[in-house]
């Protein structure tokens, strides 16, 4: 019996399909303390955590050993004045530390601030003085922390790097005495990557890491005994959703592979050398596996992708080439997973699947009001009869307006556009605010993009709606070209012919402009609000 069933209740249909799911916990539910160090005791020698780097060195932990550092870490860091209520940012890129680190944060009752190492000066000090950071864990990598003492010059932030905490840790007790916390109490604080202004602090609590339960369990499909493997730096949200919470509570191991240049054979020969059972990556990864051509993987037996758009010839390609079919999911990093293809029954290209059964997921327009098949409408989330929704973010930091405004009529407006076709199944079609309106109808971006890119000309393309005196907006698109392409009004007549023929009428590109790159957020997620100002 795994240790997530303590903590939830169940219900399933007559086929063995998960139909819901209800948490269940004490006031003082801690990650650290009832689940880690429960699986300290329970199954010891269980694995963890299986490391490597592209160097080749290797380290494997237990969940007795992962207990014990995570003990010994609070220790080190509570001796260095770090006390419940504090903030702590955690700049560790993928090294193994990050999870004795962020676990003896939950066990001090400390709010984590996960950062990603490839934030500028300006970056760090935003979220450092925006988060009113008391210290920061880094790894020690060159310019890093440089940067890092730029950004806490006239602050009383301390910086400590990781190898030192380390030495001070190995010499502390391997047990914690319990720090009282609140299911209630902040745990992790993200920013998300700002497409449409200064990134947002987003708060999870206590409850957090067991709406990842559905997460692990039924969309990534880790399991027992078996080895989970989520391609992400644990500076962004999806390390939560793949490389922690639910694959622990559902007694899976987790694969880290720390490297610097993301190679598709070394990354195929890590799932082979450790027998990885379930791989989830974003859509930028399984394009590079299919393009350069994928070994025969024999041991794995499910992968999920989620983060963007998954185009529809990368998943066929991958199930021919692997036998597997891709699971796309979708959520935020306000949320835990929303929408997936759960594998009861065979997923279609494109679509992100169906509504969670964790949560009643609802598509409206701009008045709230449920829009019908096949029209594009705004996800949301709709709360139970019980009014609380787990996995929801608690709140964003110092912004109590934003916060009632995404809540807005008592629903989480998750501000992202997709339609439901007859099966029920959900397809994705960008940022709500980010939707087309032309000649009277509603086009997603995403869908053009799509056609977009399979012409040999476009490296990369984003598609936004401009000025039209008689569409009101017309549809355009700027493109990245590929090498060996010359911008041209030939070549913008090309690929607007070719790719029209594939649209309705109605989702035609009108107009085209190249340009040398499409402006990014430090995530990689296009700045379209950015393009609409330049269209």
């Given at each position: 019996?795994?240790?997530?069933?303590?903590?939830?209740?169940?219900?399933?249909?007559?086929?063995?399909?998960?139909?819901?799911?209800?948490?269940?916990?004490?006031?003082?539910?801690?990650?650290?303390?009832?689940?880690?160090?429960?699986?300290?005791?329970?199954?010891?020698?269980?694995?963890?955590?299986?490391?490597?780097?592209?160097?080749?060195?290797?380290?494997?932990?237990?969940?007795?050993?992962?207990?014990?550092?995570?003990?010994?870490?609070a220790h080190a860091l509570q001796d260095l004045g770090i006390r419940k209520g504090m903030r702590v940012m955690l700049v560790l890129k993928r090294h193994y530390t990050y999870w004795f680190a962020v676990i003896a944060l939950h066990k001090l009752g400390v709010l984590a601030i996960?950062?990603?190492?490839?934030?500028?000066?300006?970056?760090?000090?935003?979220?450092?003085?925006?988060?009113?950071?008391?210290?920061?864990?880094?790894?020690?990598?060159?310019?890093?922390?440089?940067?890092?003492?730029?950004?806490?010059?006239?602050?009383?932030?301390?910086?400590?790097?990781?190898?030192?905490?380390?030495?001070?840790?190995?010499?502390?007790?391997?047990?914690?005495?319990?720090?009282?916390?609140?299911?209630?109490?902040?745990?992790?604080?993200?920013?998300?990557?700002?497409?449409?202004?200064?990134?947002?602090?987003?708060?999870?609590?206590?409850?957090?890491?067991?709406?990842?339960?559905?997460?692990?369990?039924?969309?990534?499909?880790?399991?027992?005994?078996?080895?989970?493997?989520?391609?992400?730096?644990?500076?962004?949200?999806?390390?939560?959703?793949?490389?922690?919470?639910?694959?622990?509570?559902?007694?899976?191991?987790?694969?880290?592979?720390?490297?610097?240049?993301?190679?598709?054979?070394?990354?195929?020969?890590?799932?082979?050398?450790?027998?990885?059972?379930?791989?989830?990556?974003?859509?930028?990864?399984?394009?590079?596996?299919?393009?350069?051509?994928?070994?025969?993987?024999?041991?794995?037996?499910?992968?999920?992708?989620?983060?963007?758009?998954?185009?529809?010839?990368?998943?066929?390609?991958?199930?021919?080439?692997?036998?597997?079919?891709?699971?796309?999911?979708?959520?935020?990093?306000?949320?835990?997973?929303?929408?997936?293809?759960?594998?009861?029954?065979?997923?279609?290209?494109?679509?992100?699947?169906?509504?969670?059964?964790?949560?009643?997921?609802?598509?409206?327009?701009?008045?709230?009001?449920?829009?019908?098949?096949?029209?594009?409408?705004?996800?949301?989330?709709?709360?139970?009869?019980?009014?609380?929704?787990?996995?929801?973010?608690?709140?964003?930091?110092?912004?109590?307006?934003?916060?009632?405004?995404?809540?807005?009529?008592?629903?989480?407006?998750?501000?992202?556009?997709?339609?439901?076709?007859?099966?029920?199944?959900?397809?994705?079609?960008?940022?709500?605010?980010?939707?087309?309106?032309?000649?009277?109808?509603?086009?997603?971006?995403?869908?053009?993009?799509?056609?977009?890119?399979?012409?040999?000309?476009?490296?990369?393309?984003?598609?936004?709606?401009?000025?039209?005196?008689?569409?009101?907006?017309?549809?355009?698109?700027?493109?990245?070209?590929?090498?060996?392409?010359?911008?041209?009004?030939?070549?913008?007549?090309?690929?607007?012919?070719?790719?029209?023929?594939?649209?309705?009428?109605?989702?035609?590109?009108?107009?085209?402009?190249?340009?040398?790159?499409?402006?990014?957020?430090?995530?990689?997620?296009?700045?379209?609000?950015?393009?609409?100002?330049?269209?």
């Open positions: 019996m795994t240790i997530y069933t303590r903590f939830c209740r169940e219900s399933f249909n007559e086929k063995g399909t998960l139909t819901g799911l209800e948490l269940t916990y004490p006031g003082n539910f801690n990650y650290g303390y009832d689940v880690v160090d429960v699986l300290g005791e329970e199954t010891p020698e269980e694995l963890a955590l299986m490391w490597c780097d592209h160097r080749g060195e290797e380290k494997r932990f237990t969940f007795r050993e992962m207990a014990c550092w995570s003990s010994r870490m996960p950062a990603t190492h490839m934030l500028t000066v300006d970056d760090y000090v935003y979220r450092i003085r925006t988060a009113r950071v008391d210290a920061v864990l880094c790894v020690d990598e060159e310019g890093l922390g440089e940067r890092l003492g730029a950004a806490v010059a006239g602050t009383n932030c301390q910086i400590w790097p990781v190898t030192e905490l380390l030495e001070r840790a190995a010499v502390e007790p391997d047990h914690f005495s319990r720090v009282e916390t609140r299911v209630e109490d902040p745990m992790l604080l993200y920013f998300t990557s700002g497409t449409t202004g200064a990134p947002k602090g987003v708060l999870h609590d206590f409850t957090y890491p067991l709406a990842h339960i559905v997460t692990a369990r039924y969309w990534q499909r880790a399991e027992e005994g078996g080895l989970h493997f989520t391609v992400a730096e644990t500076g962004w949200a999806k390390a939560s959703w793949g490389k922690l919470y639910g694959q622990w509570l559902v007694g899976s191991g987790v694969m880290v592979y720390d490297f610097e240049g993301f190679d598709p054979k070394q990354l195929c020969a890590v799932i082979n050398k450790y027998g990885v059972t379930s791989f989830c990556a974003p859509p930028t990864v399984y394009r590079y596996l299919v393009r350069k051509g994928i070994p025969d993987m024999p041991g794995l037996r499910h992968a999920s992708t989620a983060g963007e758009m998954l185009d529809p010839l990368v998943f066929q390609a991958f199930q021919k080439q692997t036998g597997l079919t891709l699971m796309e999911g979708y959520g935020q990093t306000e949320t835990t997973l929303l929408v997936a293809n759960f594998g009861d029954e065979e997923p279609a290209a494109g679509s992100m699947g169906r509504p969670s059964p964790f949560y009643h997921i609802e598509l409206v327009d701009k008045k709230g009001l449920p829009v019908p098949e096949g029209e594009v409408g705004e996800v949301v989330v709709v709360p139970r009869d019980s009014g609380r929704v787990h996995g929801v973010f608690s709140g964003y930091l110092e912004d109590d307006a934003l916060y009632r405004k995404a809540w807005q009529d008592n629903v989480y407006h998750t501000g992202d556009a997709a339609s439901r076709d007859e099966m029920g199944r959900l397809f994705f079609h960008g940022r709500f605010d980010d939707i087309i309106k032309t000649g009277g109808y509603r086009v997603g971006p995403d869908e053009v993009e799509q056609v977009l890119l399979t012409h040999p000309a476009v490296r990369e393309c984003s598609v936004v709606g401009v000025p039209d005196g008689l569409r009101g907006q017309a549809i355009k698109a700027f493109i990245v070209p590929r090498s060996g392409y010359a911008p041209s009004p030939v070549l913008s007549l090309e690929i607007r012919e070719s790719c029209n023929k594939k649209l309705a009428e109605y989702k035609w590109v009108r107009v085209v402009e190249f340009v040398e790159e499409l402006p990014k957020t430090i995530s990689g997620k296009t700045r379209r609000a950015q393009l609409r100002g330049a269209g």
